[in-house]
């Protein structure tokens, strides 16, 4: 994959190594020439509703990239914060902006077999549920390394929803959560004016039974 880093490019993934040489190219650049430019608030909109439903630490940025959700956590008062993602690069970035207790690589299409269960306090995560990333498949194993009753926000793609079966699938886990909430969220500011500024993410917050 030799794109340039950017939107398109994230949509348009197609296996593990993409993820990571895109990211790996992108890390030093993220915060700035996306987040920023794109007028980008879904990390708010994510910590926000973790923090609003009673969600406390220790809280795991599942596919933390430079740290932004984490920024967000720690400014409402959550604690203490773990990062992890599959690139270290992106990583690095998260690690330098002080606020998360530690952080750790990890891909979460395999098991997280270093991770025991009930670990967490709660999972949060912005944007690794989108189009060219992942499916509704990691759930069940990021219920598992969350405590009975722990509080799950997760961010999913609305476009990315409806086609990747996420509903389905949320049916499926049945008695494994509980206080399943879904709310339409922006992923951009008002001030946004690009091609892709209502967009839309589904906030789905539940907590592991």
Known sequence: ??????????Y???STEDVKELYAAWAGSYDSDFAAQNDYDLHHQ????????????PVLDVGAGTGRVGVALAALGVGPIHGTDISGEMLAQADAKGCYASVFVSDITRPLTDIADGTYAGIVRAGVFTLGHLGPEPIGE???ITQTGGLLALAVNATHWEAAGFEDAFAALGAQVT???RTPVSI?????THDHARDQSMLVTFRAA
């Open 46 to 57: 994510v910590a926000r509703g973790y923090a609003d439903r009673g969600g406390v630490g």
């Open 12 to 14: 348009a993934l197609k």
């Open 142 to 144: 990021l219920i598992r």
């Open 179 to 181: 206080d399943l909430t």
């Open 188 to 192: 951009y500011t008002e001030a946004a």
């Open 1 to 10: 994959m030799a794109k340039k880093p950017g939107l398109e490019a994230a």
